[in-house]
């Protein structure tokens, strides 16, 4: 009596793993086209000492976003100690005046006028191992007179009002002077706490409290709440996602457009700029109206 030969399973198996291939490769497919098809945030980077050139690029940016239909929020990516007051200040106008919601993420630092632009955004987050804070302003510069006196060098005072040369590093400063300087010094620290307890919905003596210029890690700022959220990237993108009202995003960098020359002069310029650093930043006299991380950490 012949026997039936047993059907062979070897064909079902591999029908089932085709289909099991095809199915994963559809929701690869499907999780990409999402990915690309999410919601975009704009991010936009602040890594260096604010000056008006800083600035100019900055405010740039953020009105590029803010007029992109496709953009649903702007993260802004700060690493800074701070810089100039008006270069701060036109930052920090910029990012009130945008019409999307804005989330400042501090990396390792975010303080003095970089704080201030940060306090400008809906939503401040930072690592609790950040720098943030110091809130005040710095005017201090070296000052020559004795050496010139030890050199016989004389220098003559011709000014046309009695503070014109006020501050300058070949006089002594005067008891009127050091008052005059302190004044705008002052004045300057008071537009700073006024901003940052409008910003961050705080009265002015909780921020003039704690404008004495120190530096605190972003765990001490967001018990003074300086800051709103520990974190980093992901946490970041999390909140602008719930300001915006996303499920989901992605993240596009926003950079200033520059020819090969205009990059090329860039590196230029920053080699010039480290290689006299040791030199220039030990004898250029700083402005009054610098807001700039004076410790080192």
Do not use: C
Not at 16 to 33: F, H, M, N, R
Not at 86 to 106: D, G, H, L, R, Y
Not at 111 to 123: D, F, M, P, Q, V
Not at 254 to 265: A, D, K, V
């Amino acid at each position: 009596m012949a026997t039936k030969n047993k059907p062979s399973v070897l064909p079902a198996l591999l029908i089932t793993a085709l289909i099991l291939i095809a199915v994963i490769y559809v929701g690869v497919k499907l999780s990409q086209e999402e990915k690309v098809l999410a919601p975009t945030m704009a991010v936009i980077t602040l890594d260096s000492s604010i000056d008006s050139n800083v600035a100019k690029d900055m405010v740039k940016l953020l009105r590029k976003a803010d007029k992109d239909n496709d953009v649903k929020a702007i993260i802004i990516e700060i690493n800074s100690p701070g810089g100039t007051v008006v270069a701060s200040k036109e930052i920090a106008t910029a990012v009130k005046q945008t019409s999307k919601p804005t989330v400042a993420w501090i990396r390792e630092v975010g303080a003095s006028g970089a704080y201030w632009i940060a306090s400008a955004s809906n939503k401040i987050v930072a690592d609790e191992a950040s720098i943030t804070g110091s809130i005040g302003v710095t005017g201090s510069y070296l000052e020559y007179s004795k050496l010139f006196d030890k050199y016989g060098v004389t220098y003559n005072s011709l000014t046309s009002g009695k503070y014109k040369d006020t501050g300058s590093p070949y006089k002594e400063l005067s008891d009127s002077d050091r008052s005059y300087l302190l004044s705008l010094i002052n004045a300057l620290k008071v537009q700073f706490v006024q901003a940052v307890a409008e910003n961050r919905h705080l009265t002015f003596d909780q921020v003039n409290n704690l404008a004495t210029g120190q530096v605190m890690l972003g765990a001490d700022a967001q018990k003074f709440k300086l800051i709103d959220t520990l974190g980093g990237k992901k946490e970041a993108q999390q909140v602008a996602e719930k300001l915006a009202g996303l499920k989901s995003s992605r993240l596009v960098q926003y950079e200033q457009s520059q020819s090969i020359f205009g990059s090329l002069s860039s590196e230029a310029q920053s080699l010039a700029y480290w290689a006299g650093r040791g030199i220039g930043d030990s004898v250029k006299p700083q402005a009054d109206s610098e807001l700039k991380l004076v410790a080192e950490i």
